[in-house]
């Protein structure tokens, strides 16, 4: 396991760091990365060779995670898709206030829908100002 660590972090701090700074270069950077792979691998082989944990428990548990996950993910998955299938649509704004009149100028209807009675009187206002202009031109 140390011969392993060894012959991967030392060409990293040979050619990834020390060469880098030095000759200010990074052509050597891929070189000294590669061997780092060697870190994991000489874990993994002294883990099962020399039985460091109990394998047998950790996959066990390891798969009981992930299927508990599974599990509540899917089902809090169709319970969503439930909710939004079986839900009634919501209805709109304009359904729930009185419609306003377009054509005057004051609005009469609830305080929801000041605000659209004062935007349409102005986009119909414009609209009526560059349609009037238009023909003024002709």
Excluded at 4 to 24: C, E, K
Excluded at 75 to 85: E, K, L, R, S
Excluded at 102 to 109: A, Q, V
Aim: net charge positive.
């Amino acid at each position: 396991m140390f011969v392993g660590t060894v012959l991967g972090v030392l060409p990293f701090l040979v050619l990834g760091v020390a060469f880098p700074s030095l000759l200010r270069t990074d052509r050597y950077l891929s070189l000294g990365v590669v061997p780092l792979i060697l870190v994991p691998l000489t874990f993994a082989y002294a883990i099962v060779r020399f039985q460091f944990f109990d394998i047998r428990v950790i996959i066990r548990r390891s798969l009981l995670y992930t299927l508990t996950s599974l599990v509540v993910g899917v089902t809090y998955a169709v319970a969503i898709a439930a909710f939004t299938c079986c839900s009634p649509a919501p209805r709109s704004a304009a359904r729930r206030t009185t419609r306003c009149s377009s054509r005057s100028s004051s609005c009469c209807c609830s305080t929801r829908c000041a605000g659209a009675c004062r935007n349409r009187s102005t986009a119909s206002s414009s609209a009526r100002s560059t349609t009037h202009g238009a023909r003024s031109r002709r």
